[in-house]
């Protein structure tokens, strides 16, 4: 019998995949941290405000109820989906059926990266927005799909360039309130993508998770608000960004019938749906909607949210760097001054302690950028500002190995010397 490495080698479409780059970058930030002068992290976007009350309270009550501790239903409780069904016609008009239009996902996550396995994608290619969230392509390689990336146009406020989509798409990955940019798409530009996909026969999974963190008078769009898009796209939300829950796992899709259905008997296979007490919660979650305006609760972290990013922003201008505030999302997205983010990157860490992910890891258009994350509190921007406004220090010494996997952009060569 065989026993040796061979044996037990991953599957081809798991060695294909690289390292989540989040990880990589958290644990460069421990081989730096010094125990007198800590790094401060911008790299996750991970919500750190706390949940409103209501979804706590909902939480307790359903912890002190023996009948909430059974298995959930693949689908997600019936309760649940009516409520997430009434969501989406008092915030967007639109009308699902709960029964038939919608899937509780342990995250937004999961849904998306079980798309290319319900399209028969293998060896079809599958569209993949460049600057865009990493999961996507990691999601077509699992599935044995070719992510080939089309890109975001940044003079168009980084709509997409549809002559450039490949002709032969069979799913087509979007995004907005779109991380890491933090801009938000107009309806004009969902009935575009919305028809393009009908007339060339590709799916589309819009990634809607950053629905409720929009800023200003533009609040972000369903895509299914555009007629026709019931029968090709399939639109998914985090209860994570909403409600501060990231570690709960929560999310919801709502889409054509056929796929909805292929995701209800493919969870049934691989998992459960979440625990019934984070169910309920969720729920009295989206019973604070009265409206079409956000509830007070949320409105509330929207507003801490924004300040957040204005206050970096306004930080970052003084300090020479040229940033526009995003219109949504958890984060701020500018132009390295060196010669690609994974360098500023490095060098932040290494000198000011500071821990921001480099545009790279969101795709080769990305490499030229910066993203930073306001999940974190005023004191802590405050204090990365300060530093680098400062003459740096050595956190620690550069770890072993090769440097950081994020590509450079296209052309660049070496390094150009940055202000101190």
Not at 73 to 89: D, T, V, W
Not at 136 to 162: C, F, H, K, N, T
Not at 250 to 265: E, S
């Amino acid at each position: 019998m065989r026993v040796g490495r061979e044996r037990w080698s991953a599957s081809p479409e798991l060695e294909g995949v690289p390292p989540y780059p989040f990880a990589a970058l958290e644990r460069k930030a421990q081989a730096v941290e010094r125990a007198d002068l800590p790094v401060l992290r911008f790299a996750i976007g991970e919500p750190d405000l706390p949940p409103p009350l209501e979804v706590l309270d909902a939480l307790r009550a359903s912890i002190d109820r023996p009948g909430d501790h059974r298995y959930s239903s693949s689908a997600g409780e019936p309760e649940l989906r009516q409520a997430i069904a009434r969501f989406l016609k008092l915030r967007f008009g639109v009308v699902a059926d709960p029964e038939h239009e919608v899937v509780v996902l342990l995250g937004s996550k999961e849904g998306l990266t079980l798309m290319p396995r319900l399209l028969r994608t293998r060896r079809e290619v599958v569209g993949i927005p460049d600057p865009g969230y990493p999961a996507y392509e990691s999601a077509a390689q699992l599935a044995g799909a070719r992510p080939v990336r089309w890109p975001l146009i940044p003079e168009e406020g980084y709509a997409p360039d549809w002559d450039r989509l490949p002709a032969r798409a069979r799913l087509v990955y979007l995004n907005y309130p779109n991380n890491p940019t933090g801009r938000i798409a107009d309806r004009d530009q969902l009935r575009a993508a919305v028809e393009m996909a009908r007339d060339r026969g590709f799916a589309l999974a819009y990634d809607n998770a950053y629905s409720e963190i929009s800023f200003g008078d533009r609040p972000a769009p369903s895509i299914w608000e555009v007629p026709g898009a019931r029968e090709v796209a399939v639109e998914f939300h985090s209860f994570s960004k909403t409600f501060g829950i990231p570690g709960w796992r929560l999310g919801f899709a709502v889409g054509p019938r056929p796929l909805i259905a292929a995701m209800i008997r493919y969870k049934s296979q691989v998992d459960s749906g979440p625990a019934l007490p984070l169910q309920r919660a969720a729920q009295a979650g989206l019973a604070l909607y009265r409206g079409p305006r956000r509830p007070a609760p949320i409105e509330r972290r929207v507003t801490e949210y924004r300040r957040r990013a204005l206050q970096l922003c306004r930080g970052l201008d003084r300090l020479g760097y040229a940033v526009e505030p995003p219109q949504g999302g958890l984060y701020v997205w500018h132009r390295a001054r060196l010669a690609s983010g994974a360098e500023e990157a490095e060098r932040w860490l290494s000198r000011y302690g500071i821990l921001v992910t480099p545009g790279g890891a969101f795709g080769p258009a990305g490499a030229p950028f910066v993203r930073w994350s306001v999940t974190r509190p005023s004191n802590e921007i405050a204090s990365a500002v300060q530093r680098l406004g400062e003459p740096p220090k050595r956190f620690g010494v550069r770890p072993a190995g090769p440097r950081w996997p994020f590509p450079r952009p296209p052309g660049s060569s070496g390094s150009r010397r940055a202000p101190g």
